[in-house]
């Protein structure tokens, strides 16, 4: 299993931007799929996720209503567009998925396989 994210860079205080997560060797029609962050000394923390169909979404308070999380299943893509983005969404994002289950999840630990990581830099 093979999971890229791409879509990371260094923007502007009230910018945008669009992460991208391709899964291989996963069925991914079928598995739900999260979206962490890490800064420096601290937890990866949850962002968002999304079952395995995309009819089920779930999202940190601190990103409600600004980043929206969605799958193209035909594309085994997960995307991550991430508006209105402050100094304090700066990390490195992570996608995971569980390709046991359906459904997603905000914990972590109940994630099988883990991206490399893309960095989002948020200037003020």
């Known amino acids: 299993v093979q999971l890229q994210a791409s879509g990371g860079g260094l923007v502007q205080d009230g910018g945008s931007l669009r992460l991208s997560c391709a899964a291989s060797?996963?069925?991914?029609?079928?598995?739900?799929v999260g979206w962490f962050r890490q800064t420096p000394g601290k937890e990866r923390e949850f962002v968002a996720n999304?079952?395995?169909?995309?009819?089920?979404?779930a999202y940190a308070d601190s990103v409600k209503g600004r980043f929206t999380i969605s799958r193209d299943n035909a594309k085994n893509t997960v995307y991550l567009q991430m508006n209105s983005l402050k100094p304090d969404d700066t990390a490195v994002y992570y996608c995971?998925?569980?390709?046991?289950?359906?459904?997603?999840?905000?914990?972590?630990?109940?994630?099988?396989?883990w991206g490399q990581g893309t960095q989002v830099t948020v200037s003020s």
């Open positions: 995971a998925v569980n390709p046991n289950s359906y459904i997603a999840y905000d914990n972590p630990a109940l994630y099988d396989y």
């Open positions: 060797g996963v069925t991914f029609s079928r598995s739900g």
């Open positions: 999304i079952n395995w169909s995309g009819g089920n979404t």
